[in-house]
């Protein structure tokens, strides 16, 4: 736990702001419940999964690929027809805390409810105050594409009675406010162990590794948000925190995939008292066991001298025109790998993704340029994105496990197949 | 204006495919571009090797395993020829031919280059001033297929029948400095023109990175010391009069694949 | 039948590096701004990415990012007694096509006109003499100072994050900068570059020589920048393919990497792309626009009304469309009348080759890497000797050792063959090039006009120049080559080889893309297009920003007085002509 001095200081500047305290409750505050709504909603980050690239905002029909098939997102504009605009309060509530749809049918946890359950009411009445001031659009989510016999929505029922732990968020009266107001929106609006946690082969987030990293959807790996120092947060401030989450950048590293989109269209519209939360509370999650090699004695065996020299060789003819020969990037323009906490995370294809598709940088108004890094799918093969990934996790002072050429093999057909993600980021045609 | 201006071919084959700004390519060179340089490699490819098996193998015929997109058998040869004599070499110390610098050109001369896609090609014409620049109705393609045919003509003619290639070195040379100088003219052929085409393009065959067909192996940057297109000399180019270590690279990276049809 | 679109505030020609210094400062006060770009659309990923733009052959030699003759180029000759004939290839200058324009495959050099260069007509007749200038020579005062547009260069500077060192700062020499440069209210944004090894033999003879070598100002940054906008750049690493491409790492100053970032999110602006102008619409009195016409790239035609016209296209272009448009009386070479496509000109260059026992690296380079002296430039130095006016800098750059382009061969080795060959080997990593960079007089002869028989793709008649070099320039040139000769020659090469720029001008070897004049500014309309605002004098709501107003042009590369004249222009705009429409200056 770390209430610093910095923190308290910052607590006390910020009492005139809408400051949701007394623990995670939600109070009556100068906000309108829309405003609150809007700000709850941005928090949840609904506009990402709910709006198509070229859609209109809420309207549906994204296609969230799991390894049961495609669910397409509902419409929740309050079309009456084909959105939500005729579902009152509690049903609204049904749905988020409970995972059941106003008609009754179970919603696929594809939507998390699992981790909006623990939104309060009052929250969640405030997210459909301001989802009713939205442009109602008259528009039907195409069918999903599940695997057989999971169109039978009522086995969610069962799903739901082996991983659903219903109910609202309660503070703990151990730690502070702070760290309570992190923790509700870590694990509730924000739900970000969906992604940075592994799953079971029921989709189910494994509770017990929450937030060691995980599956983040089509060939990306969101990395671990504990304390460790190498594959997680250790050797980040709580200030490195909320910078990344408001900017997309710190002195670490820049956020890619759907991270990107998780920071334009929700974390950089929070609070800095919020994401100081959320930082103060992820800064007190333990380090975990990453099994790799260097938790234990001994090095990867894969990583070897050949290998490494392979990896140099790339990094020196592709790499160091922006990373530059130490590993260091250039400061606040182009990311360092040396030492770079999503270098080491335990699976590497997020790494994959933004060698071979190439990314671009978040772009908020606070930091407008969006630099880019082009792809190297077409002139580097899988064994050489495997060695160079090798060398850079393995050099400088880091040490990850090896990259396999089949790991970057998967990752360059998600990417045939789904295209390069920053292309399909909604927040450029959305705000 | 009756018809819109026909245009459209010429410049929007020039602009890049994909309206997306945020499309980084996973595919270097356009997709598009490269769609289109396979279509046409394989459209002509196949009239190539068709040519080729037509004239069949003769005796000082190019080896079998020579692949033909814009020459025929005949121009191959004096093309292979006349780059030899410009850019001289052997297996130990390569010259042109070594270098692929006849494949360049013909991939060249069979894409926008050779069909002048990018120059202003209105009429009327007129020879103009040497100021005036390059006012020939010809386009590349066509300045060579009537040059060579010229070259080889006057060289039977004047030769027993034998062609350039056909030559014996000194003739070779004795020819290119006639053409180069203005000496050896032939009518309604601008054949110092060509030579000055050639001699262009030979260069950069021999200079250019290897995906276009030439500097094979990288023999020319090896031959004058430059390494290749690399991003970051930050550290080096403080380190005067050292030379520079790594290895020769080239933008498809450290081994010569060959051309990038 | 041209199909019309719903109107805007402000319209603008083009959009490279004018047009968005325009657009960034007029969306400022909420119009709305919309450019119309010939060209394609372009990003540095994936247009100029690392991964594929140091391709020679691609770029530098068949011209990737440069306008292509076949959509858009003019007809030349030297004199007007010969018949122009259409420039079908590129050569002499290249000018750019798509977002960004040139402003993306410059090299980055940078500069600033000379306090005297602004009033050069009344300072070389003051010190010279009125008969000092021939007849012909049609140079002008500008009819804005150094002093006025100096806090103007300040900002295009410290947008682009230029890399130097102040030479005079507030009046006081600072010693490693320029010494005759104009007085700077502040240092740069950022300190100079690396200096190459040819830097350093440049700088070491010029010193030697008495010379005052400084580091050459440079739009690479020397470190990672955050401009004035908020925009991040990237720093220089020295890949040697600068001129002509893209850069692919945000190290060159370009409307990419310091201003479409924060532009581009306006709502209040908006840009096209693949639209070609060809017309500013004007009233029926002729002292209005209305608007401009363009065509797409399907060849359909549109018109698109606006309350302010801002001719923002490549210098020449601006040039074509005041003629096209009938704006301003056009220039008649044999009466000496009219203004639009007077006052054509252009840039002198020479070259030293020296070839040295030195390793050189020749690869490692940046576009504005050098070092440079500017003893010889404006009137730096009494020209009453010499007998001609002008000058220009004389500098050793290392803009990068490009197989095809950028090799250089000792004197009298033949073209082709073994000796060729085994030249090439010997040379590459040992020579370097001095160049000078010199002023080019305005003069009757030396114009734009309209072509009577060739025509462009839409049936319009092609611009025309006429120029050849002033036997002015060729004497000035002359005596630079001379002075780089001897800076050469101090540096104890084993030879040198003296290219000395000898007439008549030719448009087929590149010289470089410093086009002027045409549109120019001053304070007469009788010998000027545009006002010192650079405002039509005919047109009160059309203004004109770009090379094309420069009365002459000076020892330097232009894009630093570019970019400042389009930020004086910006601010005259939003603080006086906003306020009251109409003529800024009574003439």
Not at chain 1, 90 to 112: M, N, V
Not at chain 2, 110 to 128: E, I, K, L, N, V
Not at chain 2, 246 to 257: K, S
Request: proline share 6%; charged share 20%.
């Amino acid at each position: 736990m770390h209430m610093t001095r910095q923190n308290l200081a910052g607590l006390t500047l910020l009492a005139g702001a809408a400051v949701l305290a007394g623990g995670a409750r939600a109070q009556g505050t100068e906000f309108t419940n829309v405003q609150r709504g809007r700000y709850l909603a941005q928090a949840s980050d609904c506009i990402s999964c709910h709006t198509i690239k070229g859609g209109k905002p809420f309207a549906g029909g994204y296609p969230l690929e799991t390894p049961f098939g495609t669910i397409y997102s509902s419409n929740i504009t309050p079309d009456l027809a084909t959105g939500i605009g005729n579902w009152s309060k509690d049903d609204f509530y049904r749905a988020l805390h409970s995972g059941i749809r106003k008609d009754g049918q179970h919603l696929y946890p594809a939507c998390p409810y699992p981790w909006f359950t623990k939104m309060t009411r009052e929250d969640v009445n405030a997210i459909k105050d301001y989802l009713d001031t939205l442009e109602p659009v008259r528009a039907i989510a195409p069918d999903n594409e599940l695997m057989w016999p999971l169109g039978w929505r009522q086995l969610v029922a069962g799903w739901n009675l082996l991983f659903f732990d219903e109910g609202e968020f309660i503070d703990r009266p151990d730690k502070s406010r702070l760290w309570n107001r992190g923790a509700y929106l870590v694990n509730g609006a924000g739900h970000c162990a969906a992604c940075h946690s592994p799953k079971n082969m029921l989709g189910a987030t494994d509770r017990d590794h929450a937030l060691q990293g995980g599956d983040a959807g089509e060939s990306w790996f969101a990395p671990s948000l504990t304390s460790h120092e190498r594959d997680g947060l250790g050797t980040w401030s709580t200030q490195d925190i909320v910078q990344y989450l408001s900017t997309g950048a710190n002195a670490n590293t820049a956020s890619a995939g759907p991270m990107t989109e998780v920071v334009m269209n929700s974390t950089q519209h929070l609070s800095k008292q919020d994401l100081t939360a959320i930082a103060t509370y992820l800064k007190d999650i333990p380090a975990h066991d990453t099994g790799q090699a260097d938790d234990h004695d001994g090095d990867d065996k894969a990583v070897t001298q050949e290998v490494m020299a392979r990896g140099k060789a790339v990094y020196v003819d592709q790499c160091m025109g922006c990373h530059m020969a130490d590993g260091e990037g250039q400061e606040d323009a182009f990311p360092r790998l040396a030492g770079s906490v999503p270098v080491h995370a335990e699976q590497p294809q997020s790494l994959i993704q933004v060698v071979l598709g190439g990314e671009f940088m978040a772009d908020p108004a606070e930091l407008p340029t969006g630099l880019g890094m082009p792809g190297f799918a077409w002139k580097l093969d899988d064994r050489q994105v495997a060695d160079v990934l090798t060398f850079v996790r393995n050099n400088w002072g880091n040490k990850a496990s090896a990259v396999t050429p089949e790991q970057v093999a998967k990752v360059r057909d998600a990417l045939h197949e789904y295209g390069p993600r920053h292309e399909r980021l909604i927040s450029q045609s959305v705000h | 204006m009756d018809t819109p201006p026909s245009f459209g071919h010429a410049f929007s084959a020039l602009l890049p495919a994909g309206q997306d700004r945020r499309q980084a390519s996973t595919a270097g060179p356009t997709l598009n571009e490269i769609a289109l340089s396979r279509r046409r490699f394989i459209t002509a490819s196949l009239a190539g090797s068709v040519l080729f098996a037509l004239q069949g193998c003769g005796a000082n015929a190019a080896p079998a395993t020579v692949t033909r997109t814009f020459f025929s058998a005949d121009e191959q040869r004096f093309i292979e020829a006349a780059t030899a004599r410009l850019i001289p070499g052997d297996s130990a110390d390569p010259g042109a031919l070594e270098a692929g610098v006849p494949r360049f050109i013909d991939l060249q001369l069979s894409g926008p280059f050779g069909r002048a896609d990018r120059w202003y090609r209105q009429g009327p014409w007129s020879q103009g001033t040497e100021q005036q620049g390059y006012q020939l109705e010809e386009t590349p393609a066509e300045l060579y297929r009537k040059a060579i045919a010229a070259i080889d003509a006057y060289c039977r003619e004047q030769h027993e029948g034998k062609s350039y290639a056909e030559l014996p070195e000194a003739q070779q040379d004795q020819i290119l400095h006639d053409l180069e100088d203005g000496k050896l003219t032939v009518k309604d052929v601008p054949v110092k023109a060509f030579f000055t085409l050639l001699l262009q393009n030979t260069q950069e065959g021999f200079l250019a990175d290897p995906m276009y067909g030439g500097n094979r192996d990288f023999a020319g940057w090896n031959l004058i010391g430059f390494p290749g297109p690399r991003y970051n000399y930050v550290k080096e180019v403080r380190q005067y009069g050292q030379p520079y270590s790594l290895p020769t690279v080239g933008l498809q990276g450290r081994r010569d694949t060959g051309a990038r049809t | 039948m041209a199909t019309r679109m719903k109107p805007v505030d402000v319209v603008l020609v083009g959009f490279g590096w004018t047009a968005s210094i325009i657009a960034q400062e007029l969306t400022e006060e909420g119009l709305q701004v919309l450019a119309l770009e010939r060209g394609a659309d372009r990003a540095t990923v994936p247009d100029f990415a690392t991964t594929h733009i140091q391709d020679e052959l691609k770029y530098a030699v068949r011209g990737g990012l440069f306008q292509a003759p076949v959509r858009e180029t003019m007809s030349f000759r030297n004199t007007s007694d010969q018949v122009a004939l259409p420039m079908r290839r590129l050569g002499s200058f290249r000018p750019g096509a798509g977002v960004g324009g040139a402003g993306v495959h410059w090299n980055g050099q940078t500069w600033r006109f000379l306090p005297d260069d602004f009033v050069m007509r009344s300072h070389v007749e003051e010190r010279y003499g009125a008969d000092f200038v021939p007849e012909d020579v049609t140079i002008q005062d500008w009819g804005v100072t150094y002093d006025e547009l100096e806090p103007y260069y300040d900002r295009f500077e410290y947008l682009c994050g230029v890399s130097g060192k102040a030479g005079n700062l507030g009046g006081r020499t600072q010693a490693e900068g320029n010494p005759f440069e104009g007085a700077r209210s502040r240092e740069y944004p950022l300190p100079p570059l690396e200096r190459s090894a040819g830097s350093l033999m440049f700088d070491k003879a010029a010193r030697e020589l008495g010379y005052h070598p400084f580091a050459a100002p440079a739009a690479n940054a020397s470190r990672p920048y955050k401009n004035p906008l908020g925009v991040q750049m990237g720093q220089c690493t020295y890949c040697g393919f600068c001129e002509w491409f893209g850069c692919g790492n945000y190290s060159k100053a370009s409307p990419q990497t310091t201003i479409l970032p924060v532009l581009l999110k306006k709502d209040n602006f908006s840009y096209r792309t693949g639209c070609d102008v060809t017309q500013v619409v004007l009233d029926n009195t002729g002292r209005k626009a209305k608007g401009v016409l363009y065509y797409d790239l399907e060849g359909r035609e549109y018109e698109q009304p606006a309350q302010l016209v801002i001719l923002c296209a490549y210098a020449q272009h601006n040039v074509h469309l005041l003629l096209l448009s009938g704006i301003g009386q056009p220039y008649d070479p044999v009466s000496d009348t009219g203004v639009t496509g007077r006052n054509y000109a252009y840039q002198i260059t020479s070259s030293v080759d020296a070839f040295v026992d030195e390793l050189i690296n020749p690869y490692m380079g940046a576009g504005a890497l050098g070092q440079a002296i500017d003893e010889f430039n404006g009137d730096n130095f009494d020209h009453g000797p010499e007998g001609f006016m002008g000058g220009g800098y004389i500098a050793l750059w290392t803009t990068g050792g490009r197989p095809i382009l950028q090799h250089r061969l000792p004197k009298g080795t033949p073209q082709w063959g073994s000796k060729w060959k085994k030249a090439m080997a010997e040379n590459y990593l040992r020579s370097v090039s001095i160049s000078t960079h010199g002023s080019v007089v305005s003069q009757r002869g030396a114009y734009l006009d309209l072509d009577p028989t060739y025509k462009d793709i839409y049936g319009k008649p092609l611009l025309r120049l006429t120029f050849d070099f002033h036997d002015n320039d060729l004497r000035m040139s002359d005596f630079l080559t001379g002075k780089a000769e001897g800076i050469a020659k101090a540096m104890k090469p084993r030879s040198i080889n003296v290219k000395k720029r000898t007439g008549p001008y030719t448009i087929v070897p590149y010289q470089t893309t410093h086009n002027t004049g045409g549109a120019v500014m001053g304070d007469d309309p009788r010998t000027s297009v545009v006002n010192r605002y650079l405002q039509c004098w005919d047109v009160p709501n059309v203004f004109v920003v770009g090379a094309c107003t420069f009365p002459q042009n000076h020892g330097y590369n232009p894009t630093g007085t570019v970019g400042a004249l389009a930020f004086w222009a910006a601010d005259a705009i939003r603080h006086q002509y906003l306020k009251r429409p109409g003529p800024l200056v009574q003439a």
